[in-house]
């Protein structure tokens, strides 16, 4: 992607029982993906969980943290999904791809 | 962590035959963890590959970059290992942490 864009790093640890945890996560990255500004996100889980989403600026970062339904899930997600998370906002200066 | 500080987010595809790719992982993580400016890293593999690293400021990221012991494992990874990678240098402006 052509930098400068911005970042969403969300590193989580869950609880053991996380029923519901699988819909409301696809029904996330569904809604996500329609929002003004987002570029893109990539997500692996195996001792943690770490999802990285692209965003056009800042702006689009806050409007989706708004999201009515986003906050539903938020709230969920801090009452019975996350043993504890982590995000942070970073501005992307630079990227290099690879691809053989 | 105390913001401003620099991501390094690295993602991966690996290709079939990963032979040696566990020893050397191991062997990076534990040498950049010894670097000037190391702060810390967050690592999931699924489908993908993501590691986050955590870094004081772009030089010591350029010198982590240009590690010898480094530029033999980034040589291999690229001639072995890796189907695709993505290189990401980005500013962490903001960062939210939360823990039951």
């Known amino acids: ?5 911005y970042a ?3 590193t989580s ?3 053991k029982n996380i ?3 699988a819909e409301m996560s696809e ?20 001792e943690i969980g770490i999802t990285v989403s692209y965003w ?5 970062i806050q409007q989706w943290r708004q999201n009515t339904e986003h906050l539903v899930a938020q709230k969920l997600g801090r009452k019975q ?8 906002i970073a501005l992307v200066e630079r990227e290099y791809d690879f691809e053989k």
């Open 1 to 5: 992607m052509k930098t400068p864009y």
């Open 8 to 10: 969403v790093i969300f």
């Open 13 to 15: 640890s869950l609880e």
């Open 19 to 21: 029923d519901g945890y």
């Open 27 to 46: 029904k996330m990255v569904e809604l996500a993906s329609q929002q003004d500004g987002f570029l893109g996100m990539d997500s692996a889980r195996s």
């Open 56 to 60: 056009k600026d800042l702006a689009s």
């Open 81 to 88: 999904w996350y043993k504890k998370f982590s995000v942070k």
